[in-house]
């Protein structure tokens, strides 16, 4: 309830982009034109939007880097194992390496561009 408020009173009304104290960029209007916060967000912008724009870049490199750790767990898994038990194990870790170079053709090029700018 504090946060809501502190978020609503912050900044002042009377305030503009120009107006902004350049130690609270980040806190005044980021989508009324300010150069530094535009995105192809607007103000309608859906949660499935937010999601695809900010979270799931955030979490990529974390979610590859789990893919990886379970594909290593399936190949002592398979190495332990004997039989049909094994099969499966390592039908798990190639699918699982198809998973990792699908998601790393989807993510590599997007951050190769963010090191571009």
Not at 17 to 42: I, S, Y
Not at 44 to 62: D, F, H, L, Q, R
Not at 71 to 76: A, C, E, H, K, T
Not at 86 to 94: D, E, Q, S, T, W
């Amino acid at each position: 309830m504090i946060v809501n408020a502190v978020l609503h009173a912050w900044p002042p009304a009377h305030w503009s982009a120009a107006d902004c104290p350049r130690q609270f960029t980040g806190f005044c209007h980021p989508l009324d034109g300010n150069e530094a916060f535009t995105t192809n967000l607007d103000e309608t912008a859906s949660g499935w939007e937010i999601a695809a724009v900010y979270i799931a870049p955030v979490n990529a490199p974390i979610i590859l880097v789990v893919v990886l750790f379970d594909y290593i767990m399936s190949r002592v898994r398979a190495a332990d194992s004997s039989g049909e038990t094994r099969a499966g194990f390592v039908l798990i870790a190639r699918l699982e390496l198809a998973m990792i170079a699908l998601y790393l053709a989807y993510w590599v090029p997007y951050f190769v561009s963010l090191l571009e700018i």
